[in-house]
């Protein structure tokens, strides 16, 4: 089993709608959480860590829930320049991070 | 402030040769990744440095090392190059997650290799 799992998608949403991605981790270890964003060809880039708690930055809101091991985000409004990878991404404390593939997002006019 | 930076943008090279690709973390910076992203697929974690020494390595061969400077930039060195090295490798840099594992790491725009 892969230590971090994504559906890869594509999710193909139209502007304006709310979209969610979830990500399930294996390792019950596992200490701090991020979503970075991915556009084509390009570096990650971090989107937002992930707090036990949730946590809000504008239109995006992350979720983990540790005893289910797995972690959410929430998109609303959709934008077109929001299309692109979301890359759920675990540390395990002490070591480097566990990337996700990555779940595609495509929103259209 | 200045990002992470990796040099070369590109690179060039047949099999067999040796390539050498360079980073240079955000200042402050102690910890530098580095990865491995080939067409297709995730980002898998090759090699982490922290203070000098390499803390873990991915499940690569032998033939892919590094090294960390006292400056705490970096470089990665892959030997006896194979078609399937054709990457696009990513540097990435973090405050020292040895005391504290909640660092993001933040990273530069990447080499791409190519295997002729």
């Known amino acids: 089993r892969k230590e971090v799992e994504q559906d890869p998608g594509p999710f193909n949403v139209p502007e304006g709608a709310t979209v969610a991605f979830n990500c399930t981790y294996s390792?019950?270890?596992?200490?701090?959480f991020f979503w970075y964003r991915q556009d084509c060809r390009k570096e990650p880039k971090l989107l937002m860590s992930?707090?036990?708690s949730g946590n809000e930055d504008g239109r995006f809101t992350a979720q983990l829930n540790r005893a289910s091991q797995y972690i959410s985000l929430l998109i609303r409004d959709s934008k077109l320049s929001d299309s692109a990878t979301y890359l759920c991404?675990?540390?395990?404390?002490?070591?480097?991070?566990?990337f996700g593939k990555g779940t595609s997002l495509l929103v259209t006019p | 402030e200045a990002g992470v930076t990796q040099s070369p943008t590109h690179l060039i090279k047949t099999r067999g040769q040796q390539a050498t690709l360079r980073c240079s973390p955000i200042?402050?910076?102690?910890?530098v990744y580095w990865y491995q992203q080939a067409l297709g697929l995730g980002l898998q974690f090759l090699l982490w440095?922290?203070?000098?020494?390499?803390?873990n390595r991915g499940n690569f061969p032998p033939r892919f090392s590094g090294r960390q400077f006292p400056n705490y930039s970096s470089e990665l060195n892959v030997n006896a190059l194979e078609l399937e090295d054709s990457a696009l490798y990513l540097c990435?840099?973090?405050?020292?997650?040895?005391?504290?594992?909640?660092?993001?790491?933040?990273f530069g725009d990447g080499t791409r290799l190519s295997i002729l």
């Open positions: 990435a840099s973090s405050s020292s997650i040895l005391q504290n594992s909640n660092q993001p790491q933040h």
């Open positions: 390792n019950s270890a596992s200490q701090s």
């Open positions: 992930v707090y036990s």
């Open positions: 991404v675990v540390n395990r404390g002490g070591y480097a991070l566990n």
């Open positions: 200042s402050g910076h102690t910890s």
């Open positions: 440095y922290d203070e000098g020494e390499e803390r």
